[in-house]
């Protein structure tokens, strides 16, 4: 199976970096620089990182039965000062609320996404120190 | 320096999992699965490499002079059967359009933003087989 993305530069007069981008049947924008409209590239990363082990920590939870009322996905990702300006470590924060949500199921779902689902995760864990944790909150 | 991003369920009720992301001043939506109304997280990441490389890519040439006209990036991302379902190799090609463009200026601006620039790309790189090239049209 395969992804395939379109980036066409809208501002190519002047000196704006503003990419819409077609993927899938889906649109975005990304840009960057002091005029930005849109997210830049790397913070388009931090975001895919916060989706994808999102999505895996809400399915698994689901599957456990528990009873969610409320999910958010904090990231704050450290950069390198000198190019390549990488991520250096990046924080995951699970804010999980709900009806007696159990913490041991949130630790496995988070250890399942981090470990075994999670495609971005894999990916940047080859460069990128991350570390998850959570907290719950009862609703 | 760092960044932050806050993702938050909007679908808690059901099955779905689309969450609407805030980053820095902005905003974005990623989702995933059938009835998905916005880019997947490993969507967001191809777009996001096209993005970075594409920025750099643009301003290298507006520095070095060439007359653009036009510019998009296509990407090809080729992903694993088993989870997590990474990407194994990525293509990038850069469709550049313009007055007399160099090619030497173009394979050039490539090669800084592969190997100096691109942070996205430095973090895939680690795992990720990245192949670029590009395609000059005559404005």
Do not use: N
Not at 56 to 63: A, E
Not at 91 to 110: F, Y
């Amino acid at each position: 199976m395969s992804d395939a993305a379109r980036l066409t530069l809208t501002t190519v007069e002047g000196e704006g970096l503003r990419f819409a981008v077609h993927t899938g049947r889906f649109m975005m924008t990304l840009d960057s620089g002091r005029e930005a409209m849109a997210a830049s590239p790397v913070q388009a990363v931090l975001a895919a990182l916060g989706g994808c082990s999102g999505m895996d920590v809400i399915s698994i939870l689901r599957k456990k039965r528990q009873q969610v009322t409320g999910y958010a996905v904090e990231l704050t990702g450290e950069r390198a000062a000198e190019h390549p300006r990488v991520y250096t470590r990046i924080e995951i924060l699970h804010r999980v609320t709900g009806h007696g949500v159990s913490p041991a199921a949130v630790a496995d779902a988070i250890r399942l996404s981090d470990t075994k689902y999670c495609s971005v995760h894999a990916m940047l864990a080859a460069s990128v120190e991350i570390v998850s944790r959570f907290e719950i909150e009862e609703a």
